[in-house]
């Protein structure tokens, strides 16, 4: 057979047609510089299929043996940087079977029995995305680990809890630390929720009408690590749905990763202080010398942008198509290898900024201003029989009063409390205690230093146990 050639009747498919593709055509149709990196998926499942027809009886031991050998022999050949593309290879599959054909002749040509490139390509993506999940999963959870042995180191570490960006109430790094470890653990709770509709073999779909073979699709399934397989064979070939959702998967935690450092910016600003990241996970100015960049953090800001658009890219490329397989889904896969990518480097340069930064807590400490107090205020007067919309007002009302005087809520005077209050007394001098607030909400979940301890716990309980 001719392999390095651009005749149309030289490829797979050429029996139907003659003469030559438009060679703009061909480069808009060929998939190769971007499926190859699919080759061992591709030739493990043809491994797997071999044996599969041989089972069915399609081909004998010995032509099953020679399929296997010179399978093999191509995945030495990649995995030695070797495999020579040709000019005629438009695809992955296409590549490993012209060069099976080199190698073993004939008998190359019965491995296709009964498969066509839709329930191949469908597979091969699959499996390539089953191995990916494993990597994504480690990389999650080193970021977790690092998130949880900045908690550990401070558990009592105050600092303030803000919303709308505003200063509300006392709270610690600990536990701010570990709000993100929870938001990661929901995407790798979405991550294994996504692996078990991916581990679904469509291989024995065929083309689109199912495989007329009687291959045991149960046994092949079972033979490449997949869970289930594919009750039509329609759907088989043409669900994407698996990409889309490891896509958002991605985008998702792109999302949550892009908020904490949003939050690690703010904090590493000389207004704030709260944090300083390591030289090593940060950049310099050519102009201003005195510049320390937080670059690992604004890029991990920033990437959420290519990774929710590959979720949309994919989502707009399925919506539409017909029943069943389309060209269209070949667009798949750059959105899919590009966020596989971002996140295989994102994740690690996120755990390191994390494990590496250093929390200053004497900042952190003087950014607590007595007011963020008055909740506390209001919940003194709750625990003496106050309605908490009274005491709400009260406390409300007591730091306009502070405002009033120039002075802070806890340097008001006795009589300054009782023109607001008669509840207010002698103690509520001991309100003014930022442990204490923090302390005080011990429920599960909340800041105290129980609390956050439990929360460390449960995490290092998932963290080597899975969820
Ligand atoms: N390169 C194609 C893809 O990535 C393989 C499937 C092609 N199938 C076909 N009937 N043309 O989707």
Redesign the pocket.
């Known amino acids: 057979m001719t392999t390095s050639t651009n005749s149309l009747t030289a490829s797979l498919w050429g029996g139907r047609f003659s003469g030559e593709m438009d060679a703009l055509m061909k480069k808009f149709q060929d ?1 190769i510089s971007f ?1 190859i990196r699919m080759w061992s998926q591709d030739i493990r499942g043809s491994m797997a299929y071999a044996r599969a027809i041989n089972m069915a009886g399609i081909i004998n031991d010995d032509e099953a043996a020679t399929l296997q050998t010179g399978l093999q022999a191509i995945h030495d050949e990649f995995a030695a940087g070797k495999f020579e593309v040709k000019d005629g290879d ?2 992955i ?1 296409t590549a490993v079977e012209r060069r099976l054909k080199e190698l073993v002749g004939d008998v190359g040509g019965k491995l296709h029995t009964g498969r ?3 329930d191949q ?1 469908a597979t091969d993506t699959r499996f390539y995305c089953l191995e990916a999940i494993q990597v994504l999963k480690t990389n999650i959870q080193s970021v977790q680990s690092a998130l949880v042995a900045q908690a550990e180191q401070h558990v009592s570490t105050l600092m303030p809890g803000y919303t709308h960006l505003q200063r509300g109430q006392p709270s610690t790094f600990g536990h701010w630390c570990m709000a993100y470890f929870w938001m990661l653990q929901r995407d790798m709770e979405r991550l294994a929720e996504c692996e078990a509709r991916v581990a679904v073999l469509p291989l024995g779909s065929g ?1 689109l009408a199912g495989n007329p073979f009687a291959i045991n699709r149960a046994a092949l399934a079972n033979d490449l690590g997949f869970r289930e397989i594919s009750q039509n064979s329609f759907d088989g070939v043409s669900d994407r749905d698996f990409v889309a959702e490891l896509l958002f998967v991605g985008a998702m935690l792109g999302s949550h990763l892009s908020r904490l450092a949003e939050d690690l910016i703010i904090y590493a600003t000389s207004e704030f202080g709260f944090v300083t990241f390591a030289d090593a996970y940060s950049t310099g100015s050519s102009l201003m010398p005195q510049k320390k960049n937080p670059d690992a953090m604004e890029l991990a800001r920033g990437k959420v942008g290519r990774l929710t658009g590959n979720l949309v890219t994919l989502l707009m490329v399925m919506k539409g198509t017909p029943m069943t ?1 389309n ?1 269209d ?2 667009e798949d ?1 750059e959105a899919l290898f590009d966020t596989l990518d971002t996140l295989e480097l994102l994740l690690p340069v996120c755990a390191g900024a994390i494990r590496t930064l250093r929390a200053n807590a004497d900042k952190m400490r003087a950014a607590l201003d007595p007011s963020i107090l008055s909740t506390d205020v209001a919940e003194y007067l709750v625990r003496k029989g106050v309605p908490f919309r009274d005491a709400h007002h009260a406390s409300g009302r007591a730091v306009a009063l502070a405002e009033r005087n120039h002075t802070k809520i806890n340097a008001l005077t006795m009589a300054d409390w009782k023109s607001i209050s008669p509840h207010f007394d002698d103690d509520i001098a001991d309100v003014f205690n930022f442990e204490q607030s923090v302390n005080s909400r011990d429920v599960t979940g909340g800041t105290s230093a129980r609390s956050v301890r439990e929360q460390i716990e449960k995490a290092q309980w998932l963290l080597v146990n899975g969820s």
Request: hydrophobic share 20%; no cysteine.
């Open positions: 998939s499926d438009e695809d599959h066509s490139r839709n390509v083309a397989f060209k889904y070949q896969k």
